[in-house]
């Protein structure tokens, strides 16, 4: 399985998943990138299986695996082989260079693994940003009240100054 791909971040971004709210990437995608076919990928992985613990990657439910054949089309029925497919987290792709030992293998590992450090620091950006603004609409908030506060005063003031409505009378007294 020799054929060369491009491999460009939004190719990597697009095959990178949401699966028990874990990042993930799925062996047959992974498989394709590295340029092996995934029956041997698995096999490495299961013959290192204590290199692999749930944090690192896990095999994905009966159901997980028809809700993503659904969602995204990309497993045919029949098309696979008998096993579920295998979900590695970055770790697990990390840790994949380790048994998938050629050249190929880990200059794409490393593509990866910048990706998912991209999505990263993103999260942490926009979180970030998130935080900022919520700060920004507690002072606003704060603006608010205050100037709100200061319209109250200036209407009790206002009250207070109004004229009264019996007014001297200029001239004589009687």
Same mark, same amino acid.
């Given at each position: 399985m020799s054929q060369e791909l491009i491999i460009t971040e939004e190719f990597i971004v697009g095959k990178i998943l949401l699966i028990r709210n874990k990042k993930v990437m799925i062996d047959d995608d992974l498989s394709k990138l590295y340029g092996v076919e995934t029956k041997q990928l698995k096999r490495q992985v %299961?013959?290192?299986?204590? %290199? !692999?613990?749930?944090?690192?990657?896990? +095999?994905?439910?009966? *159901?997980?695996?028809? &809700?993503? %054949? *659904? @969602?995204?089309?990309? !497993?045919? @029925?029949?098309?696979?082989?008998k096993y579920l497919p295998m979900a590695f987290t970055e770790q697990g792709v990390a840790m994949l260079? *380790?048994?998938?030992? *050629?050249?190929?293998? &880990?200059? #794409?590992? =490393? +593509?990866i693994i910048r990706v998912f450090t991209k999505i %990263?620091? #993103?999260?942490?950006?926009?979180?970030? #940003?998130?935080?900022? =603004? +919520?700060? =920004?609409?507690?002072?606003?908030?704060?603006?608010?009240?205050? &100037?709100?506060?200061?319209?109250?005063?200036?209407?009790?003031m206002m009250e207070k100054h109004e004229p009264k409505s019996e007014r001297n009378k200029i001239g004589y007294k009687k």
């Open positions: %299961r013959r290192n299986l204590d %290199r !692999f613990p749930e944090d690192f990657m896990f +095999e994905l439910t009966r *159901s997980e695996y028809e &809700i993503l %054949r *659904s @969602q995204f089309g990309t !497993f045919k @029925q029949g098309g696979h082989s260079s *380790s048994v998938l030992n *050629s050249p190929a293998a &880990i200059k #794409v590992n =490393i +593509e %990263r620091e #993103v999260l942490t950006e926009t979180l970030n #940003v998130k935080l900022e =603004i +919520e700060h =920004i609409k507690k002072k606003l908030m704060n603006h608010d009240k205050n &100037i709100e506060l200061v319209f109250n005063y200036l209407d009790e």
